[in-house]
């Protein structure tokens, strides 16, 4: 499969723990984010989004927390399982989406 | 449901050799297609972006060219391959230009050797 994700800092967590994927975005004025998971050898998929009028938004275990003062994105995960494992990257609009690089997540069973 | 395709899933390539790599969108109409290329341990680089038929915009200076024929699909070609074009590349699509959530195909992984 592609070797998506060499290099990337990596985030070990034991399976049934809470994950938290940090992401520092680059432009005050963007509006939208987005949290991808991308598994080895496919394409990104859609985890969950927020606009900037929001801190927070919640989906099925999964959180992000956004905090325009220090341009932070957050996503957490509840009760990590194996089937998280993968490179989680954000994504903010500005103008057009513009990608982190990403964080490897691994999960430990 | 909306799918998209892209074909081949891999391709190794040598250097100078044309490239031609196809992607189609099912179940939507007018979608805005993209093309990125994705190296490792990188993020995703916008490649070109399409609104409409015949309607390409470029985003980086490259040896690689598009082009949308049909409403759902969006072809990345190259005339001669350089090493530098190694790749995974992924098409998407959105609902709005650059607004939306972009739904991605499952990449082709390009080696130029």
């Known amino acids: 499969g592609e070797s998506v994700g060499l290099h990337l800092p990596t985030l070990s967590v034991q399976e049934g723990d809470n994950s938290i994927i940090n992401c520092a975005y680059s432009n005050s004025a963007s509006d939208y984010f987005i949290w991808y998971k991308q598994e080895s050898g496919k394409g990104p998929q859609f985890i969950i989004d927020?606009?900037?009028?929001?801190d927070k938004r919640q989906g099925q275990r999964v959180t992000v927390l956004l905090n325009k003062t220090v341009k932070h994105l957050s996503l957490q995960i509840a009760a990590t399982q194996p089937g998280d494992s993968a490179v989680y990257f954000c994504?903010?609009?500005?103008?057009?989406?513009?990608f982190g690089a990403g964080t490897r997540l691994a999960v430990h069973p | 449901s909306q799918t998209i395709h892209q074909w081949p899933a891999t391709l190794v390539q040598p250097v100078g050799s044309p490239l031609s790599l196809e992607c189609t969108v099912e179940g939507t109409s007018n979608p805005n297609l993209y093309w990125y290329r994705q190296a490792a341990g990188r993020g995703l680089q916008l490649l070109f972006y399409?609104?409409?038929?015949?309607?390409i915009s470029s985003e980086v200076p490259q040896n690689l060219s598009a082009s949308r024929p049909q409403d759902r699909q969006f072809i990345l070609s190259s005339k001669k391959l350089l090493l530098s074009d190694s790749g995974f590349y992924l098409c998407?699509?959105?609902?709005?230009?650059?607004?939306?959530?972009?739904?991605f195909g499952p990449g082709t992984r390009l080696t130029v050797l």
């Open positions: 927020i606009r900037s009028n929001m």
């Open positions: 399409s609104v409409g038929i015949g309607q």
């Open positions: 994504a903010e609009d500005y103008n057009k989406l513009i």
């Open positions: 998407a699509w959105s609902v709005r230009l650059m607004r939306d959530e972009q739904f």
